[in-house]
C-alpha cells in the first residue's frame, strides 16, 4: 500500500494529551499552525540514526568540532518548529541549545534520513529561513547522500567531487556511497582513517 496523506481538521485538548501521554507525539512537527503528524520511523531509519551517532557525534566532540543531538526540536518561533533526525551546533554557539530544543538562532547543520515519500524536502524552506548553514539528506534505501548548503536565502545542492564524495564545512567530513551493497560511508576531511561504513 502507498503513502496517503491526511488532514485533520480538528483536534481537541483531549486527543493531544492522550497522544502526548502514550508518546505518540515524539516525532509529531508544527508547520505555521499545522499539525504533521508522522509514525516512527523504521528499524533501518534508526539504524543509520544510530550508527552516525555512535561514530560522528564521538568523533565531533572529540576533536572540538561541537556538539551532534538526535531528535531535538528546532523552533523558528515558539509554536513552529521541525525535528530533524539529527542537529549539529558548533563550538562557540552553544547559547542555542535549550531545554526543548534549538531557540534563539539556527544550528549549523541538520541531517534528515529520507524515506520515500515523506517531507523531508519541504523542510529546506524553514531550514533557510532559520539561516541554517547545511542540510544533509541521506536517502534511507540507497544511501546516496545531498548536501545542501545556505546561499543567500535559499539551500543549493553541492555536487560531488570526482570521487563522488560530499563535504560537510560545519562538521568538516564528507560523505559518499560504498558498496555494493550500498553504504553510507562517513570520513573525517582531516583524519580518513576515521570512517565508517553504515
Known sequence: MGGMR???????????AYRRAR???RWDEMWEGVLHMTPAPSVEHQRIV???????EA??????RGSLVAGINVF?????????DLTFVSPGREHVLH????????PDAVIEISPPEDETYDKLAFFAALGVREVIIIDR??????????????????????????RSETM??????????????????SETAARVEI
Not at 50 to 56: E, K, N, P, S, Y
Not at 77 to 82: G, H, L, N, T
Not at 172 to 189: C, F, H, K, S, T
Request: aromatic share 4%; proline share 6%; glycine share 12%.
Open 141 to 166: 534505501d540507497s544511501k546516496r547522500t545531498e548536501v545542501y548548503r545556505l546561499a543567500g536565502s535559499q539551500h543549493v545542492a553541492l555536487q560531488q567531487d570526482p570521487d563522488g564524495w560530499l
Open 23 to 25: 508518546g505518540l507525539d
Open 59 to 64: 568523533h565531533l566532540r572529540t576533536a572540538g
Open 50 to 56: 544510530g550508527r552516525i551517532i555512535g561514530f560522528l
Open 172 to 189: 568538516m567530513v564528507r560523505l559518499g556511497v560504498a558498496g555494493p551493497p550500498p553504504r553510507l560511508a562517513i570520513e573525517d576531511l
Open 99 to 106: 531545554e526543548d530544543g534549538v531557540r534563539g538562532g539556527a
Open 6 to 16: 491526511a488532514v485533520v481538521v480538528h483536534l481537541t485538548a483531549e486527543e493531544l
Open 76 to 84: 523558528r518561533e515558539s509554536a513552529d518548529y521541525r525535528i530533524p
